[in-house]
């Protein structure tokens, strides 16, 4: 099985470097996945970084935004699954090797898991923990039951995908920006398979988001966008 790790960057300088040594010290063979950069018109040293650590590929997308940069991995990669990292993410280094078991199931078509937020307040961190852990798996199976609707969660920046299934869906829809975007991919790839939501799945990220927008506002965000897609199919948040 081979794993194709897509990591969008918009000038990833800082936080690049943590992640390539955290995929270096992954215990899965290195011929069985690939490292792709996404150069989403970045102007600092990224791309010189990402040189010098000897990633596989690194590709070209001119049109900003998060969306963009995903659809472009996904049209680069030659692996069977597509992993979406976000840039200022730190995996364990059992990452892959658990991803590969859930994979074993043929009906499986997407994983997910957890972001342990390593650099937040710690109250925030714990509760936000504890809250993606219990909840988080919870949250489909709920709305499945009531609604009748499929249903599916995952995290952008810590999910890996079928190819297959991302053909099936014609990839990432890049109608949505940033907001809610994953929640989108997660309903839409609940109507052609299994999606799966596990703690063993964990991956450590920045909370940089959050100490820009405000923990309690960005938190609230992700909720209404989750539940607005579900609903409503569309987004919230309206973005340009």
Known sequence: MKFS????????EKNLPLLLESINKLNYPRNDFEIIIIDNNCVDKT????????????????KQGLTYARQRGFLSAEGEIICCIDADC???VDWLKNASLFFEDLKTIAVSGPCDYFDANPIFRN??????L????LAPKTLNL???KP???????????????LEKI????????FWGEDSLTAFRLAKIGKVVFNSKMKIFSSSRRFQKDGYFKTSIYYFLNYFSLYFKNKPFVKEK
């Not at 509760?127 to 993606?132: A, D, H, K, T, V």
């Open 5 to 12: 790790l897509a990591i969008p960057c918009y000038n990833e």
């Open 170 to 177: 014609e990839g990432f829809d890049t109608s949505v920006k």
């Open 134 to 137: 219990v909840f988080y798996p």
């Open 90 to 92: 730190q995996l364990p």
């Open 151 to 165: 249903a599916a969660l995952i995290i952008g920046g810590n999910s890996l995908i079928r190819k297959s299934a």
């Open 146 to 148: 009531f609604f009748k």
């Open 127 to 132: 509760i936000s923990l504890f809250f993606q």
């Open 47 to 62: 791309v010189e970084i990402a040189k010098k650590f000897g990633v596989d590929k690194i590709v070209k997308e001119e």
